[in-house]
């Protein structure tokens, strides 16, 4: 039997409530332990609430008025399940937590905390407390985020206090892996390992940019995330996507050829991992944008996957399987280790909740596996397979967070006995590059920044990722605490504005998708550019989604197709908005306080609703256009210019919206192209709306005077 520690904290309630409540919770738990951290939580949201803490010796001192409140674990079960009891018998009340191992417990606690959070006050955390038992779905819930950029890092990589608000949100979440990846598209950090450590025999590589103290700090940093993620219940991945700078700008670390990464690489990966004890996971790129050549793979890798298993201790390792080759395959699982293969889930986007419906043509050509599954889940693979969505290629600034979409995707990560998945944390591409451009934070308008880290903003994005993910069930206290505790009264609308909100980025992505790249392509200011590239436009599933070009050649020529049109895109676009419209007007006169956070939410929203309605406003007006092109009949060009004239308005809202409010040039993707703002993009609709009604004055004048036309 574990020492069991005993705390009892008294509750005064309101009038209402007949006698003074007072709580006794029996835990035995240390202090470094993800239940015990989650504990301190539930212990501050009761302070919070007025209460007042007193501990005893065992839960035998409980008086007879007491709520006895009890936490433990349990070696029965899957790992990270939970299971919340409550008894009642000779007017004694008790709740019971149990939780298989420290993190199920510490889910369980959360479970608890968002209750309470969600009921209604006066508070009775009997009545608040429901009976559950959960069990993880998906196994493996990942989330990761890049570095790209020493200035806009620099307040927050080092600091204890992020990192520690940052896993208590994954630990709240149930997202139960966090990758840190060093080295993507880019010269910084790459590779990873002479920004922080010395190799005996390499003493010429050197990073003159970073002394040996900033060297230090980095290694450090390093240290204290992985170790406080275990804190947290998390398993910490080192990512290491890139094995030199590549041509990604210019090089870092000098002293360091080709030939000597194939010895270089693998001393310095055991040494990282020797002076870093927690970290329990690496993340390899593959393919030639890691900086070997794929003739030479098999090689290198095998190189790296003899370095952890020298390391003594169980690493979970994950060969990303663009450009991956089957003997590399065979080499690292003859060094003897478990390995898991990651491939992405909708190309380079947040696309709609379920698996690709075509293998990509230039994919099956080279059989090269950038996007989906195709040839990795043929019967005994040696290999688990992991699903990354690269949400950082469309969710980059506005909020998100749709608890059901999140479901959806839930069940389809089970594909193939998938292990789970990893999704991207907002915010990841911001100042990709190093780009140069100082300190800026996201809002301009400082007053708008309801948080002091600017993960913070994004609270429901994680959240209903990894909730619906653990367990699949459309009750989830957790969220349904968080949005009332932000948003009080008003949380009912302020959850359906994020619903309905959360589809428009996915939807778009997947009938109007310009690159598969997420460097090309930001849907969340991406305009569709002129009509004639509009219309030709593919999608992010051609099989179900018609090309206004490809529509408007069917209808003419009676051929029939079960694909979406165009007319359905706009309708379901135009219902998304109008319910984001009306969920904010209704939350408005709800909110008694926190209008700061609604403040900011709104502007969200409404960009989102307006990108709704513009891109339904440009696809019926390029349907009209084409079909005005193919019919020579006015009345479809005329159509097409005043549906255009709308979409130019929507845009002219969204930038009145977002000027001044959003930093103007924002760093998201490759610049000095990808720098800028929605303000940017209204000259190039204004002059294209122009040029169609020039196309119009043309096409009369041409049917009144041929001779002149």
């Not at 966090?178 to 010395?198: C, E, K, N, R």
């Not at 968080?482 to 939807?507: K, L, N, Q, T």
């Not at 009306?582 to 609703?609: C, M, W, Y």
Request: include cysteine.
């Amino acid at each position: 039997m574990p020492n069991l520690q005993v705390i009892v904290l008294s509750l005064g309630l309101c009038a209402a409530l007949s006698a003074q409540q007072k709580i006794g919770i029996v835990a035995a738990r240390e202090a470094s332990t993800a239940s015990a951290n989650a504990l301190r939580l539930l212990e501050e949201t009761f302070q919070r609430r007025g209460v007042a803490l007193r501990r005893i010796a065992t839960a035998q001192d409980l008086q007879d008025d007491e709520l006895l409140l009890t936490l433990s674990t349990s070696p029965d079960g899957p790992a990270e399940s939970f299971a919340i009891r409550k008894t009642a018998a000779n007017r004694k009340t008790a709740i019971t937590v149990t939780g298989v191992g420290e993190t199920g417990l510490a889910y369980g606690i959360f479970e608890l905390l968002g209750q309470v959070q969600a009921a209604p006050s006066p508070l009775d955390v009997y009545r608040a407390a429901a009976e559950v038992e959960r069990r993880p779905d998906v196994k493996v819930r990942s989330v990761a985020m890049s570095l790209y950029n020493r200035d806009l890092e620099r307040d927050w990589f080092f600091s204890k206090d992020f990192w520690n608000q940052y896993f208590a949100l994954l630990s709240r979440s149930r997202l139960n892996q966090f990758s840190l990846i060093f080295g993507h598209q880019t010269s910084y950090f790459a590779p990873v390992f002479p920004f922080m450590i010395d190799v005996p025999g390499y003493e010429r590589v050197r990073t003159p940019e970073y002394s040996s103290d900033d060297r230090r700090k980095n290694l450090e940093a390093l240290r204290m995330i992985s170790a406080l993620a275990e804190q947290w219940g998390i398993r910490f991945v080192l990512g290491i996507w890139q094995q030199h700078a590549n041509g990604y700008g210019r090089n870092l670390v000098e002293g360091l050829s080709y030939e000597d990464l194939f010895d270089y690489c693998p001393k310095a990966l055991a040494i990282l991992l020797k002076e870093c004890p927690h970290i329990r996971g690496v993340q390899f790129r593959m393919n030639s944008e890691s900086g070997i050549q794929e003739d030479h793979q098999n090689r290198f890798f095998t190189g790296m996957a003899k370095a952890i298993r020298s390391v003594g201790r169980p690493i979970w390792t994950d060969f990303r399987a663009k450009g991956l080759r089957p003997e590399t395959v065979a080499s690292i699982q003859a060094v003897g280790f478990p390995t898991t293969v990651s491939t992405k889930f909708w190309r380079e986007h947040m696309g709609l909740p379920y698996h690709g419906t075509r293998i990509d043509p230039l994919d099956k050509q080279r059989s090269y596996r950038r996007y989906g599954f195709w040839d990795l889940l043929y019967q005994g693979h040696p290999y688990d397979v992991l699903y990354r969505m690269w949400t950082f290629g469309s969710q980059k600034i506005l909020l998100w967070g749709n608890l059901d979409y999140t479901r959806r995707f839930a069940a389809s990560t089970h594909l193939g006995d998938a292990v789970g998945f990893e999704i991207f944390a907002p915010l990841s591409q911001k100042g990709f590059g190093n780009w140069r451009g100082g300190d800026w934070r996201i809002f301009a308008n400082r007053e708008l920044e309801h948080y002091r880290w600017e993960f913070e903003r994004y609270w429901a994005y994680y959240l209903t990722f990894g909730l619906a993910t653990y367990s699949p069930s459309p009750s989830q206290p957790v969220l349904d605490g968080e949005f009332r505790r932000r948003f009080g009264e008003a949380s009912s609308a302020m959850r359906e504005a994020y619903d309905a909100a959360g589809w428009v980025i996915p939807f778009l992505t997947a009938i109007r998708n310009p690159s598969s790249s997420n460097f090309r392509y930001w849907p969340e200011m991406d305009t569709g550019g002129l009509t004639d590239r509009y219309i030709q436009l593919g999608s992010g599933d051609d099989n179900r989604f018609y090309r206004i070009d490809e529509y408007v050649a069917d209808t003419l020529e009676r051929r029939f197709s079960a694909k979406m049109t165009p007319q359905e895109m706009a309708s379901r676009l135009d219902g998304w908005a109008g319910v984001i419209r009306a969920a904010l007007g209704h939350a408005e006169p709800l909110l008694n306080e926190n209008r700061k956070e609604f403040a900011a939410t709104r502007i969200d929203f409404s960009v989102l609703a307006g990108l709704a309605e513009y891109h339904s406003r440009r696809l019926r007006s390029a349907l009209d256009y084409q079909f005005f092109a193919r019919t020579g009949e006015r009345h479809y060009l005329l159509s097409a210019i005043g549906h255009y004239r709308q979409a130019v308005e929507h845009w002219t809202a969204i930038v009145k919206w977002t000027d001044g409010v959003y930093y103007d040039h924002m760093v998201f993707n490759r610049p000095p192209e990808q720098i800028g703002h929605w303000k940017d993009e209204l000259p190039f609709l204004k002059a294209d709306l122009a040029r169609l009604e020039e196309i119009d004055r043309v096409f009369v004048k041409s049917c009144e005077h041929p001779e002149q036309a």
